[in-house]
């Protein structure tokens, strides 16, 4: 853990700062940790506004593939920063190493990390793991993009035959129903872990983690046409 200390004049200006005792020449911006968090959220739930009023399809699929992406790296950094600060708080060296560890997927990692806690898992664990996993591969698809082939013929008088097309999935993300289900069920996701920590209502703790003000557990399965 990196420690600063800033030495000031009498005059309350800074004379230097020090990291780790050593001079450090640049200028320090800290933040609570979970604000690293907070960012993708707000920016899926705002470019999911922008996509249920947006009437040009290229905005919509620009907007609704920004929202999707923020969604499921928002579930990654809860993930990463959450059960780091567990893991450290439970002295379990451990859980912080797996958090540390890229291999795998992500829903592999959120199932080994909830193991290693003493509530050892979630409500609907195996229902929102498979979830987050389905939307999960999909993100891995829009970041590491590959595209198929494809040729239409128009059949009449004079045959015409367009090759060099592509059926693109990224129009999937032009409907707001799809990226605002994607949204809240990576949402579902940190309410579930605010259950298993003891929280009856888990509207503090996704305020904490999200920076959504006023959502609770019982909207969010609402949004899902879940019971």
Not at 125 to 148: D, T
Request: hydrophobic share 45%.
């Amino acid at each position: 853990m990196a420690h600063y200390q800033i030495e000031t004049n009498d005059d309350g200006s800074v004379r230097q700062i020090l990291r780790d005792g050593e001079p450090h020449g640049q200028a320090v911006k800290l933040e609570q940790l979970f604000s690293i968090v907070t960012l993708y959220f707000k920016v899926a739930a705002s470019n999911l506004q922008l996509l249920e009023q947006e009437e040009a399809p290229p905005l919509r699929r620009a907007y609704g593939v920004q929202s999707f992406i923020m969604s499921l790296t928002g579930v990654e950094a809860f993930t990463n920063t959450f059960f780091k600060l567990r893991g450290d708080e439970l002295g379990d060296a451990e859980m912080v190493t797996r958090v540390g560890q890229r291999h795998g997927s992500v829903t592999r990692k959120i199932e080994d990390l909830l193991a290693k806690t003493p509530e050892g898992g979630i409500e609907d664990q195996a229902l929102i793991i498979e979830r987050l996993h389905e939307l999960s591969l999909l993100r891995n698809a829009l970041v590491h993009p590959q595209w198929e082939p494809a040729s239409v013929a128009l059949a009449g008088d004079t045959n015409i035959i367009i090759t060099g097309l592509v059926g693109n999935f990224q129009a999937a993300f032009e409907d707001p129903a799809f990226c605002r289900e994607a949204l809240f069920w990576c949402l579902l996701f940190v309410a579930r872990v605010a259950k298993a920590r003891g929280n009856a209502d888990s509207s503090a703790f996704l305020f904490h983690w999200t920076g959504m003000y006023g959502l609770t557990e019982a909207q969010i399965m609402s949004e899902l046409n879940l019971k």
